[in-house]
């Protein structure tokens, strides 16, 4: 908190429950006519750099995140609707997500600049105010939290909360192995729920395999803008199927592939766009990676995942419609 500057406005700590759920939020009110803004101390920008704010809205609509050092480097945002207004040249992949309670996570790429500078957040009054030319009614607020910026970064990760320090952000990574409960059955259905970051780095992947093989495995992946589910299996037969094309940046995608021998079915956000019943199931999976790599973060799943789950039966039509229902 000690690491914020404002301009024409007041900043009130510790005013509000944050998405941690903790009362650690500010409130700021603009105080005067001109520009009223929050801003970091001096970060660290790298080619690209990603950056995240955390948003509340309070009476001000209008939102403006700003990195100082680049006149192409600004986005405005609508904090009550949750939409994007207009962007600088050189800003990009914007994504804004609902963490619920009315708070939005507003993230997305600066491209083109490194240097040491602030960003900002200025409280608009409209969707098309240029760089750092955004200003608000005296007496408007909003509630914020949570700025990040993060060097040499095509998108956005988690959020870390510091104080005035940077810190180095340890790889995330995800795999389960030789989990005989839950992996390795006859049957069963995956469960994925996640929003789509636009990041795609040759394959995109989620993979339940054999071994980490080629031959047996349960595939989500991206290819340019399509999502796309693959099975293959020793025992015979294969499946590949699109399941969306175009994908959407910024949308929820709710997924259960279910799989057993001449049984094969997708449902996406509550409706079943596939089916096989010639395709044989993979032959003894026992591991779970978000990459094709069971040791490394190589062609990752670079999403934002909610939540996984693997059940060892599968499961009614009407269980897999509730459970991928938005």
């Given at each position: 908190?000690?690491?914020?500057?404002?301009?024409s406005?007041?900043i009130?700590?510790?005013?509000?429950t944050?998405?941690?759920?903790?009362?650690?939020?500010?409130?700021a009110?603009?105080?005067g006519?001109?520009?009223?803004f929050v801003?970091?101390?001096?970060?660290?920008?790298?080619d690209?750099s990603a950056f995240?704010v955390?948003f509340?809205?309070?009476?001000?609509?209008?939102?403006?995140?700003?990195?100082?050092?680049s006149?192409n480097?600004?986005?405005n945002?609508d904090i009550q609707n949750g939409?994007?207004?207009t962007?600088?040249?050189?800003?990009?992949?914007?994504l804004i997500?609902d963490?619920g309670?009315?708070?939005?996570r507003?993230?997305?790429k600066?491209?083109?600049y490194?240097?040491?500078?602030?960003?900002r957040?200025?409280?608009g009054s409209?969707s098309?105010?240029?760089?750092?030319?955004?200003?608000?009614?005296?007496?408007?607020?909003?509630?914020?939290?949570?700025?990040?910026?993060?060097s040499?970064a095509?998108?956005a990760?988690s959020?870390?909360?510091?104080s005035?320090?940077s810190?180095?952000r340890n790889?995330?990574?995800?795999?389960?192995?030789?989990?005989?409960d839950?992996?390795?059955?006859e049957?069963?259905?995956?469960?994925i729920d996640?929003v789509?970051?636009?990041i795609?780095?040759?394959?995109?992947?989620f993979?339940?395999?054999?071994n980490?093989?080629?031959?047996?495995r349960?595939?989500?992946y991206f290819?340019d803008?399509?999502l796309?589910?693959?099975s293959?299996?020793t025992s015979?037969?294969?499946?590949?199927?699109?399941i969306?094309?175009?994908?959407?940046?910024?949308?929820?995608?709710?997924?259960?592939?279910?799989?057993k021998?001449?049984?094969?079915?997708?449902?996406?956000?509550?409706t079943?766009?596939?089916?096989?019943?010639?395709?044989?199931?993979?032959?003894?999976?026992n591991q779970?990676?978000?990459?094709?790599?069971?040791?490394s973060?190589?062609?990752?799943?670079?999403?934002?995942?909610?939540?996984?789950?693997?059940?060892?039966?599968?499961?009614?039509n009407?269980?897999?419609?509730?459970?991928t229902?938005?």
């Open positions: 908190n000690s690491s914020f500057v404002t301009n406005c007041t009130d700590y510790n005013n509000a944050s998405p941690e759920g903790i009362t650690n939020a500010y409130r009110t603009a105080t006519t001109s520009a009223s801003r970091s101390l001096n970060i660290s920008f790298t690209p995240s955390f509340k809205y309070g009476n001000n609509q209008w939102m403006q995140i700003i990195n100082a050092g006149v480097h600004y986005v945002v939409v994007f207004g962007n600088g040249s050189d800003t990009s992949d914007l997500e963490y309670n009315g708070w939005y507003v993230s997305g600066f491209s083109g490194s240097g040491t500078n602030t960003l957040v200025y409280m409209n098309s105010a240029v760089w750092a030319s955004a200003s608000a009614i005296v007496g408007n607020y909003y509630y914020g939290y949570g700025f990040q910026v993060e040499n095509s998108y990760t959020y870390i909360p510091t005035g320090s810190v180095t790889v995330d990574a995800c795999y389960l192995l030789n989990n005989t839950v992996i390795g059955q049957e069963g259905v995956v469960f996640f789509f970051t636009g795609i780095e040759t394959y995109s992947i993979k339940l395999s054999q980490n093989s080629s031959a047996d349960l595939q989500l290819e803008t399509r796309i589910f693959l293959r299996s015979g037969g294969g499946a590949t199927q699109i969306e094309n175009p994908t959407t940046i910024g949308k929820r995608y709710k997924v259960a592939i279910q799989y021998d001449l049984d094969f079915k997708v449902y996406l956000n509550g079943q766009v596939y089916t096989n019943t010639t395709a044989y199931s993979p032959n003894g999976m779970v990676t978000f990459s094709n790599d069971a040791t973060t190589q062609f990752g799943f670079f999403n934002d995942i909610k939540q996984l789950s693997l059940f060892k039966e599968i499961l009614t009407d269980e897999l419609e509730e459970l229902t938005l």
